[in-house]
Each structure stands twice: as structure tokens, then as C-alpha cells.
């Protein structure tokens, strides 16, 4: 089977999902924001050092608040990195098989800068693939945010979402573009949302089935 795409925005539960999913079904789970991007700096040719530098530059910026502000220089840092992970996905999508990957919305910051345009590349197969689920609160990108904000207050999470980087993750990623099933998790157990994914697979398998 092709590989099953989770994506959404930070907060909706979507690696939790994601391994339950892959637990079931007996798939190998690729968690975008845990993987180990060693093996792929040689194979992808990236310069090491240079991503290195970039990521402990981004990561001060968000420990000491600078991306309040949301910066210039902050959207460059992450465009940058998801430039990389727009090329391990993709190389995934092209080698894998029977697996779940989890993708967050932020991972398509930079997609209108020409010079890492294997974001957009990422973000136009997805588009055209039958095997994409979208965890999301609701339908509208406002109301959303807001509620994935409250939560994580309500949490008292260690990481809170800044709302300009939420929100505008969630407008670049062009969700109403690529998906073909949603999940609405809003108000929702996590039980409930796995059991409308796990629906939602099971209607996966059977359409790759009938394209054999």
C-alpha cells in the first residue's frame, strides 16, 4: 500500500494517531519532527554544516522569544528547514511502502520562496494523492487557531504556539487543496478522533486494492 499521509496543524494529535494507526495495521511510522536527518544529508545532498548552524540559530530564536515578531529572518530559518524535510518526505513517498508519515502544518513555511521550491513540489503531490488525511479542529483556519491555543493554555504546555505562526502555517499549507478526507478534532476524545481515522484508513485500503 502507498504510504498514508497525516498532516494538520501542531496540537491536534497527530503522531498519537498516527502510531495508533501504525500499531494497528502493522506499518512502519514516520514521525517528521523525530526522525533522524543524518542518514539523509549525503543521500540528498545538504550541506551538513550549513543546515547545523541554521537549526541552532532557529532553535535560540524560539527559546529566547524572538519569534514574537515573526520575523524576516525566522521565516527564512524555517523555509530552510522545511526545504530538507520537503525532500526526505518526498523521497519517503517515492520509497516506502505501507507506512504512516505525520507532517505538520508548519512544514510549508517557505513555500513561495522560489529558492526551496521542493516545497511546493511536496505540497503538489499531496494534492493529487488519494492517500492524505487532514487532523484539524474545525473547517475555518481562525477558529481553529483559536481553539488549539486554548488547549494548549489549558494544558499548560511546555510549547505554545505563537497565533502568527499558527495561523499562517496553516494558510500555507493550503489544507482545502490537498486533502481528500478530514477529521474534524474539535471537542473530541482522542478515541473518537482515532475511530474516524481508523474509518477513514480502512476506505484507503480498499481504494488501493481496487487499483491493483
Do not use: W
Not at 484539524?136 to 502568527?164: G, L
Amino acid at each position: 500500500m502507498q504510504p498514508i499521509v497525516v498532516i494538520g496543524p501542531t496540537k491536534v494529535g497527530k503522531t498519537t494517531i498516527s502510531k495508533m494507526i501504525a500499531d494497528k495495521y502493522k506499518l512502519n511510522h514516520f514521525d517528521m519532527d523525530k526522525i533522524d536527518k543524518n542518514s539523509y544529508f549525503s543521500l540528498l545532498n545538504i550541506n551538513q554544516n550549513d543546515f547545523e548552524t541554521k537549526q541552532e540559530l532557529l532553535y535560540s530564536k524560539i527559546q529566547d522569544k524572538s519569534f514574537v515578531n515573526f520575523s524576516q529572518e525566522l521565516y527564512n530559518l524555517l523555509a530552510f528547514n522545511n526545504s530538507f524535510q520537503a525532500k526526505i518526505i518526498m523521497h519517503l513517498l517515492k520509497t516506502e511502502k505501507n507506512c504512516v508519515i505525520d507532517i505538520g502544518g508548519d512544514s510549508f513555511i517557505g513555500i513561495d520562496r522560489t529558492a526551496y521550491n521542493s516545497i511546493k513540489l511536496l505540497q503538489t503531490k499531496l494534492c493529487s494523492s488519494e492517500n492524505v488525511i487532514l487532523l484539524t479542529p474545525s473547517n475555518y483556519i481562525n477558529e481553529s487557531a483559536k481553539y488549539i491555543m486554548k488547549k494548549s493554555i489549558q494544558r499548560n504546555d511546555e510549547y505554545i504556539p505563537h497565533p502568527k505562526i499558527l495561523i499562517k502555517s496553516m494558510e500555507t499549507a493550503g489544507f482545502n487543496k490537498m486533502q481528500n478526507y478530514k477529521v474534524f478534532t474539535k471537542d473530541k476524545t482522542q478515541e473518537q478522533v482515532f475511530k474516524e481515522v481508523d474509518s477513514v484508513v480502512q476506505q484507503i485500503t480498499i481504494f488501493n486494492q481496487s487499483q491493483k
